[in-house]
């Protein structure tokens, strides 16, 4: 950390920082180049692109962490590119190939070394990574070229007060359609999802949960996050559908109860009628890490999970396991981390 950034790092939200570097790569002619670092934080695109008018657009975030002998971590990047791909098959957009997006994600984090947060401050690294089709194009077909670009910003808590629950309703509208792009990281279902999140917080929730697009009667995603409970036996569960954004801190999260807790796990339908069977619930994902659910309001009636400001004793230990592993404290199972050398 040689250069001094002045940022409060104890009090980091989740708002955008300019940093000096971001990757950027360009596909033509049915290749990428070589890709770099650049200063410039604006990109410049015809008017006619596709991402500006067919959503052709599919973004990745995760984020780097600084251990407490100062080094720095990415935490399962493998898992963000391969899901990329997934998105970029979707909306029939070229691949940008696993190794170079690792090897993109090190260069910015590395060339932004000083504004890692320092370990303790319980902030991060945010990179996102995204795909967008561009070029001189006006009938709804994919794009004749692409840019892939990752920049990073330094963050807090994505809902306030980290580990203090937050109250959540259900949404009025879905964010995807079934059998659409709902398991996708692609820019539409967030556009979809702006007025909902709006509504939720002028309700006075954190956000809204969306039910499953189909019957409307299962829990698909609490806002920007996956949702996971815990029963009354213990068990870690988590819904199972097509709609859902298939969450990398999701299947560590699996991964730690079953291995680091052994609580069985299961993976399917939530009914949104039937939140009884659970003592702790939280969200989890990249930004929200875990954020413990304190209740959810359905029909006018609000269901309690363990307390509205107490985090319940689960969901506190999967909680240390998991952040533990991504700052570097406790051991990762295989292949989770990414030391930046
Ligand atoms: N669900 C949605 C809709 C998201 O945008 C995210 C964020 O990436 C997640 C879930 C959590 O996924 P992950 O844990 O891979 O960040
Ligand atoms: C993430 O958790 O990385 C997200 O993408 C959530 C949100 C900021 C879109």
New binding site residues.
């Given amino acids: 950390m040689s250069k001094d950034v002045n940022i409060d790092w104890e009090n980091l939200g989740f708002n955008y920082i300019k940093t000096d570097f971001r990757y950027i790569s360009k596909w033509k002619d049915g290749k990428w180049d070589d890709g770099k670092l650049v200063t410039d934080n604006k990109i410049c695109i015809s008017e006619a692109s596709t991402c500006l008018h067919y959503g052709q657009e599919c973004f990745e975030?995760l984020k780097a962490y600084r251990r407490k002998d100062g080094k720095i971590q990415l935490f399962r990047v493998n898992k963000n590119a391969q899901r990329m791909k997934t998105s970029t098959d979707k909306l029939l957009m070229p691949e940008f190939p696993e190794d170079k997006f690792i090897d993109a994600c090190m260069q910015v984090v590395k060339a932004n070394e000083h504004y890692v947060p320092p370990y303790g401050t319980g902030a991060t690294l945010y990179l996102r990574p995204y795909m967008i089709g561009v070029g001189d194009n006006i009938g709804v077909k994919p794009a004749p070229e692409y840019i892939f670009s990752i920049f990073c910003v330094p963050v807090g808590p994505y809902f306030k007060g980290g580990l203090t629950p937050c109250n959540f309703n259900v949404a009025d509208y879905d964010r995807a359609a079934p059998r659409g792009t709902g398991g996708y990281?692609v820019g539409g279902?967030y556009a979809s999802s702006l007025q909902s999140h709006k509504l939720a917080a002028e309700a006075g929730f954190a956000d809204c949960i969306y039910l499953d697009p189909a019957t409307n009667t299962k829990i698909d995603?609490v806002g920007?996050?996956?949702f996971f409970g815990i029963t009354k036996n213990d068990e870690f569960v988590t819904p199972h559908s097509p709609s859902i954004?298939p969450?990398?801190?999701?299947i560590s999260l699996m991964q730690i109860a079953k291995d680091y807790l052994h609580m069985p796990v299961y993976e399917r339908e939530v009914f949104i009628d039937k939140l009884d069977e659970f003592k702790e619930a939280g969200a989890?994902?990249?930004?929200a890490v875990i954020t413990p659910i304190g209740g959810i309001e359905y029909k006018g009636k609000m269901h309690v999970f363990y307390d509205e400001k107490e985090v319940g004793p689960v969901v506190k230990e999967l909680y240390r396991i998991l952040s533990g592993i991504q700052f570097g404290d406790v051991e990762a199972p295989e292949g989770w981390i990414y030391v930046v050398e």
């Fill in positions: 975030g990281k279902n995603e920007a996050a996956n954004l969450s990398i801190t999701r989890c994902g990249t930004a």
